[in-house]
């Protein structure tokens, strides 16, 4: 038996349905990426379906032969779609699984990547992009033909891209997507917030449906439930990033204790929520935890109180005056 003997055409609402997936194969997300795999799961003629599309789409040789089915004489009259199928299984030759094994399988393992409290870490993917890792840090990443997806966990991270056109390189943090094809971007989840900071290049940042551009020396921070903030960076932003220097202009305290906790396994807390909201200046060596959070209390007039594996800041209380006598 030839290896094509099993092959058989798809449906015309199948092929329908993988035109309309292939068309938009270059934008899709991270999750209409998931809920394209999942329809692809549901039948081998789905499968087969969109790998005939997608062969179309590259080669007009394959539109052709089409058109000879078509012509021939005693040939059955089929839906344009139909034609196409036909005309794609006639010119490859192939069997159905070997059309499809290049779109329904990733290239490469999902690879998981962290580091521990205190630590730094930098990994050179297959594509030759460098994911560099702050401390106390999570990403899955997963590359498929079509993208390049990362999931960030937790923690902070920086990407240098390779380009690759016909790859997006997708950043996940939380609700919110970063896109880029090839520059030198950083995505951080800290507190209630994720921040994006470019360094080199542009890249597109969609929350909730609403796209917004971020360009070379800008950064954009995202909060729920409030509107969205972009800045310029300090022409020493990226070393500093790259030094554990922590540069902050009147940002929360809340935020500045996230990036503090990354490097100490007593975790710095408040007793009073409230107090997350006071803002900052200040620079901080993040690894040398101790020492910022004795800048930090100073700074704020508080106490760094410990208790276990927590320090709680706290205001300092005004002493009672004495009774007169």
Do not use: C
Not at 28 to 45: D, V
Not at 255 to 279: C, E, F, M, W
């Amino acid at each position: 038996m030839r290896a094509n003997d099993n092959w058989r055409l798809p449906s015309e609402e199948e092929l329908e349905i993988a035109a309309d997936w292939a068309d938009r194969l270059p934008e899709l997300t991270a999750a209409e990426r998931r809920e394209l795999e999942s329809w692809l799961a549901g039948g081998p003629g789905r499968a087969a379906a969109f790998a005939l599309m997608r062969d179309t789409q590259r080669d007009t040789a394959l539109v052709e032969a089409a058109e000879r089915v078509r012509a021939a004489p005693g040939a059955k009259r089929l839906p344009r779609l139909g034609l196409i199928a036909a005309g794609v299984a006639l010119a490859a030759g192939l069997s159905a699984a070997f059309l499809v094994r290049p779109y329904l399988t990733a290239t490469e393992t999902p690879l998981e990547l962290t580091t521990p409290l205190g630590q730094r870490a930098e990994h050179r993917l297959s594509d030759k992009s460098v994911v560099s890792l702050a401390a106390d840090t999570g990403v899955f990443v997963r590359y498929s033909h079509g993208a390049r997806d990362i999931d960030l966990k937790k923690g902070d991270a920086m990407f240098q891209v390779a380009k690759d056109k016909t790859r997006p390189f997708n950043v996940q943090a939380g609700d919110t997507t970063v896109t880029a094809v090839g520059t030198t971007f950083e995505v951080e989840r800290v507190s209630d917030a994720v921040q994006v900071r470019v360094f080199d290049g542009v890249v597109r940042v969609n929350r909730d449906g609403a796209e917004r551009s971020v360009s070379k020396g800008e950064w954009l921070m995202l909060v729920a439930d409030r509107a969205p903030v972009q800045g310029r960076l300090d022409a020493e932003s990226y070393q500093a990033w790259r030094s554990d220097w922590l540069d902050a202009d009147a940002m929360p305290l809340k935020y500045v204790i996230a990036r503090l906790n990354r490097y100490t396994a007593q975790s710095v807390s408040l007793h009073d929520p409230s107090l997350g909201d006071l803002k900052v200046t200040g620079r901080f060596k993040l690894d040398r935890p101790a020492e910022s959070l004795t800048m930090l209390a100073a700074l704020l007039d508080m106490r760094a109180d410990p208790a276990g594996r927590r320090v709680y800041l706290t205001p300092k209380r005004t002493a009672k005056a004495e009774p007169k006598t």
